[in-house]
């Protein structure tokens, strides 16, 4: 009776925690939609909003649920080890949904590509894995991709735009210097250090906003 008792709270617990990582990726998704669909194509201020991946800071709603949910599921198992168990979990889980952004704008681009250029799938890739390795140092796929996104915050959509990437990419400056007031050569600090700078504190805050909601979560299963 035990032992049945122990497996259908640990398929309770499985459960809960699967949909709890559904519900959280589909916030993820939304708010990528939302950035790349509305956000970033808002014109003058889109460029600067893109650079800074503003539409990141929705990283809190989703590790927020993330974290209380898991903490929540630990009423599901026995004490003694439960806590651990949704906190490794969480461990491995954090990283994998916070670059899921990435990878879906990968995809993503890829896709508007052949749309744009009016080809298939499998020629835009070839191609757009042929630019990012010439700009990432024989990166391709999703790698190169992250490598190029974290130096570059605005993506070529045509062919041409690949052979135009610098202008469009002072361009990109310029709207931000014209937005933020700040002088060209800081901007070009900044955006030679911006892309990884921002993924270290949107993943710091991701961790940290994860690690506090899952504290709550264990403390409200003390309570009851």
């Keep these: 009776m035990l032992l049945l008792n122990f497996f259908g709270r640990t398929c309770l617990y499985l459960v809960t925690t699967l949909a709890v990582?559904?519900?959280?990726?589909?916030?993820?998704?939304?708010?990528?939609?939302?950035?790349?669909?509305?956000?970033?194509?808002?014109?003058?201020?889109?460029d600067a909003f893109l650079s800074l991946e503003i539409m990141e800071i929705l990283n809190i709603l989703v590790f927020g649920i993330l974290g209380m949910g898991f903490g929540l599921a630990t009423v599901l198992l026995p004490r003694y080890f439960s806590n651990r168990v949704s906190?490794?979990?969480?461990?491995v889980l954090v990283p994998l949904i916070f670059s899921t952004s990435t990878i879906f704008r990968y995809y993503n681009w890829v896709q508007e590509f052949a749309f744009r250029e009016n080809i298939s799938y499998e020629q835009s890739r070839r191609i757009t894995n042929t630019f990012l390795k010439n700009q990432t140092g024989d990166r391709q796929g999703f790698v190169g991709f992250y490598f190029y996104t974290a130096q570059f915050p605005s993506l070529p959509y045509k062919e041409k735009e690949m052979v135009l990437l610098d202008e469009l990419e002072q361009k990109s400056k310029d709207r931000f210097s014209r937005f933020t007031g700040l002088d060209d050569r800081i901007v070009s600090y900044l955006f030679a250090g911006r892309g990884w700078g921002l993924r270290f504190f949107y993943l710091f805050l991701s961790i940290f906003v994860a690690i506090v909601n899952f504290q709550i979560g264990i403390k409200q299963v003390k309570r009851t």
Aim: net charge negative; hydrophobic share 65%; glycine share 6%.
């Design 21 to 46: 990582v559904a519900i959280a990726l589909i916030v993820k998704f939304l708010s990528i939609l939302l950035g790349d669909e509305i956000v970033y194509q808002i014109p003058l201020i889109g």
């Design 87 to 91: 906190f490794y979990t969480l461990v």
